[in-house]
């Protein structure tokens, strides 16, 4: 296990009032804890544990000290969510078909209504935009385009008391025109209703800090995804990383510390460790746990 460098962090969080007050690890202060107390796994980490024995799989979450999960569409969701509830687990949040509203052709969204009851009905209290298609994202105009939509549903999912959200990679940062990116036209263009779910892992690979990015948005980030990046990965980059640039928490060249710090004084709520690849994935998620626990 690796230990996370904390010259490295306060010198990154100068101006943050929490990171100059606190002596001690942030894991341990009042206003951290929360995050690391009820962490969450976006389930993507374990699909192939999945499809083979649902059940057992999110056992093992539980068993890990996870204490709710983020499911992903798939055609186990319905028992994910169950086997989650059956081990204690909280499923606060989802992610869904991202094609129910980007490529809908009824106005009114019928397909992406049926998600949103089912959610309700579920509990659920988020839900989450996971991608966007190339063909979509192609200039600003497209990026424009999607605001419009994600908006309209942001209004579906508000009038069911859930909160929708965007979930970032990073090609949204890539420069497009007139020094601008898709991810400064959905920080433009999306309404109060409409919120982010950041991914920090994309983030630094697209060359930005993700805390820096959580205080420029103030309030607007309803949640994240926690994972770390091999070091000596070159940024930034916008296109797909190698498989082991996937790294388990505390063990590449994120520090989480100034990110959490971030996300308590700016109205986040859940964190979920992801880790998009891994020969082991059960062991990294455990090991991740046990670093953010340290």
């Not at 309700?120 to 990026?143: E, F, M, T």
């Not at 770390?228 to 060249?253: R, T, V, W």
């Not at 062991?283 to 746990?289: A, F, K, R, V």
Request: with cysteine; net charge negative; hydrophobic share 40%.
């Amino acid at each position: 296990m690796k230990t996370m460098n904390r010259r490295h962090f306060l010198r990154n969080t100068a101006g943050t009032a929490l990171a100059l007050a606190s002596v001690q690890s942030l894991f341990g202060a009042e206003s951290i804890s929360p995050y690391v107390k009820n962490m969450g796994l976006q389930l993507y980490t374990l699909r192939d544990q999945i499809s083979a024995d649902t059940a057992g799989t999110i056992r093992s979450v539980a068993e890990a000290g996870y204490k709710q999960v983020e499911p992903y569409r798939s055609p186990e969701t319905e028992a994910m969510i169950a086997a989650a509830k059956d081990n204690g687990l909280a499923v606060n949040s989802m992610h869904f078909d991202w094609n129910t509203i980007v490529e809908a052709t009824d106005s009114e969204f019928p397909d992406f209504q049926k998600i949103v009851i089912s959610a309700k009905d579920a509990g659920l209290s988020h839900l989450v935009i996971p991608y966007i298609q190339d063909n979509v994202r192609k200039d600003l105009d497209g990026y424009k385009a999607l605001a419009e939509k994600f908006n309209k549903a942001a209004e579906i999912t508000k009038e069911a008391g859930i909160q929708l959200a965007y979930h970032n990679h990073n090609f949204e940062f890539q420069p497009l025109a007139d020094g601008k990116n898709g991810y400064d036209v959905f920080i433009e263009e999306f309404s109060p209703d409409m919120m982010f779910e950041i991914d920090v892992f994309w983030v630094k690979l697209a060359g930005i800090e993700p805390a820096a990015l959580i205080e420029k948005l103030k309030g607007r980030v309803s949640q994240l995804h926690l994972k770390d990046l091999k070091k000596g990965i070159e940024i930034p980059s916008y296109s797909s990383p190698p498989n082991d640039a996937f790294q388990e928490i505390g063990n590449g060249m994120i520090p989480m510390e100034p990110i959490m710090a971030a996300a308590s004084v700016n109205g986040v709520k859940h964190c979920h460790v992801e880790q998009d690849q891994s020969p082991y994935p059960i062991e990294s998620i455990q090991e991740s746990m046990k670093n953010l626990m340290a």
